[in-house]
């Protein structure tokens, strides 16, 4: 009787730990492909961050040669104002 006993009771933890075994593995294999879902998601946003990067730096540099030209149209017409004035002066 005694050893009926246990043997359901062995019986009754091994498929209780089986099912925890099976339900770990599907969690794990869940997370497991959530991990790559979210590999891809970052993988893309660092591409997106590293074109939006190099359309600053163009953007940076077409701004820096619009102000050199501003600078430089400036001088011209501070010249061109002092020219007038010195002109209109005689």
Same mark, same amino acid.
């Given at each position: 009787m005694n050893s009926k006993l246990t043997t359901y009771i062995l019986v009754a933890i091994i498929v209780v730990l089986a099912g925890f075994a099976y339900y770990t593995s599907s969690q794990v294999n869940e997370l497991k492909r959530e991990t790559t879902v979210w590999k891809n998601k970052y993988e @893309? *946003? !660092? @591409? +997106?961050? /590293? +074109? *939006?990067? =190099?359309? !600053? /730096? @163009? =953007? +940076?540099?077409? !701004? =820096?040669?619009?102000? /050199? @030209?501003a600078q430089m149209e400036r001088l011209r017409a501070e010249e061109a104002l002092l020219s007038a004035q010195k002109s209109s002066r005689k």
């Open positions: @893309e *946003a !660092l @591409e +997106d961050m /590293e +074109d *939006a990067f =190099k359309r !600053l /730096e @163009e =953007k +940076d540099n077409q !701004l =820096k040669g619009a102000l /050199e @030209e």
